[in-house]
């Protein structure tokens, strides 16, 4: 064997994966689908949904078994009202999400502050966050229509890219899309991983900001963000709520709210005087 070819030997398991990662990351841009922002997506959203399917299964399972999951049948139809018409100002955003199969889940867990969206609109809410918070309508219609910003701006394939990048095992499900196997459960895993991530501070403007706006199109007091995060920061001074672990609160979130309330105002009193429209959600 001729050194050259040695040499290759040698490369391949190490520098060529590299450069194969490098080459992902450099092809692998797209942009926001509702706001522009150039996103890392070597993941694409479709993929992203499909991994976010039996994510959502397997992170519910064991409430399910439990038997907490939509148990209370008051709060589940409080919480449904209220996501049927955000997600109908959703649809609005992204017409193609019209074919999504939204669905939202109450979790029976009074100890648990939290909420989550994963990408096709599969989305959860802890009765903690209900009740330990006091939520009027209008602020638990900022926490699911922040949730529903989220899946709207594909940041679900965005954080499963970003794993995927620094985690050059996943290179193979990137390239080739194989759903067989290990690279399923590597895909779902991802999408669990993804869900549980902190978003970034871009991630997270971007969902106050489609947020606010499909709440207050949706006929829910724009003023309410702003409460709503004063109430999340009397509770983090007494412990950490989990919600906080993947939404970081800076410590001007409440005034930008207010402003956003400001600018939102408009949208919110002509919703008022109309006939406010609803998407089915499971």
């Known amino acids: 064997m001729t050194a050259p070819a040695a040499a290759r030997r040698r490369l391949?398991?190490?520098?060529?994966?590299?450069?194969?990662?490098?080459?992902?990351?450099?092809?692998?841009?797209?942009?926001?689908?509702?706001?522009?922002?150039?996103?890392?997506?070597?993941?694409?959203?479709?993929?992203?949904?499909?991994?976010?399917?039996?994510?959502?299964?397997?992170?519910?399972?064991?409430?399910?078994?439990?038997?907490?999951?939509?148990?209370?049948?008051?709060?589940?139809?409080?919480?449904?009202?209220?996501?049927e018409r955000l997600?109908?100002?959703?649809?609005?955003?992204?017409?193609?999400?019209?074919?999504?199969?939204?669905?939202?889940?109450?979790?029976?867990?009074?100890?648990?502050?939290?909420?989550?969206a994963m990408a096709g609109g599969k989305m959860a809410i802890y009765t903690g966050i209900i009740d330990q918070l006091e939520l009027t309508d209008d602020e638990l219609a900022q926490i699911i229509g922040h949730e529903i910003a989220h899946a709207l701006s594909a940041h679900t394939a965005e954080k499963m890219s970003v794993a995927l990048a620094s985690n050059l095992a996943l290179v193979t499900y990137a390239v080739t899309g194989d759903r067989s196997g290990a690279a399923l459960t590597g895909a779902s895993l991802a999408a669990l991983v993804a869900v549980r991530l902190p978003n970034s501070r871009q991630m997270e403007a971007e969902s106050d900001r489609i947020g606010i706006e499909l709440a207050a199109r949706a006929?829910?007091?724009?003023?309410?963000?702003?409460?709503?995060?004063?109430?999340?920061?009397?509770?983090?001074?007494?412990?950490?709520?989990?919600?906080?672990?993947?939404?970081?609160?800076?410590?001007?979130?409440?005034?930008?709210?207010?402003?956003?309330?400001?600018?939102?105002?408009?949208?919110?009193?002509?919703?008022?005087?109309?006939a406010v429209p609803t998407h089915p959600v499971r």
């Open 12 to 83: 391949w398991p190490g520098t060529l994966m590299l450069l194969a990662a490098f080459a992902l990351v450099l092809s692998g841009c797209s942009t926001n689908p509702v706001t522009g922002r150039s996103q890392l997506m070597l993941v694409s959203e479709n993929r992203a949904i499909s991994a976010s399917q039996q994510a959502y299964v397997e992170m519910l399972a064991p409430a399910r078994e439990k038997g907490r999951i939509d148990s209370d049948p008051g709060t589940k139809q409080r919480v449904q009202r209220i996501t």
């Open 87 to 116: 997600v109908a100002q959703a649809v609005r955003f992204r017409p193609e999400t019209a074919d999504w199969d939204w669905e939202m889940s109450v979790i029976d867990d009074p100890d648990t502050i939290n909420a989550f």
């Open 219 to 274: 006929g829910y007091r724009p003023e309410a963000a702003a409460s709503l995060w004063g109430k999340m920061a009397e509770k983090a001074g007494a412990s950490q709520p989990v919600f906080l672990s993947t939404h970081p609160a800076p410590a001007s979130r409440q005034r930008d709210l207010a402003a956003l309330a400001e600018q939102m105002q408009p949208l919110y009193e002509e919703a008022r005087g109309a």
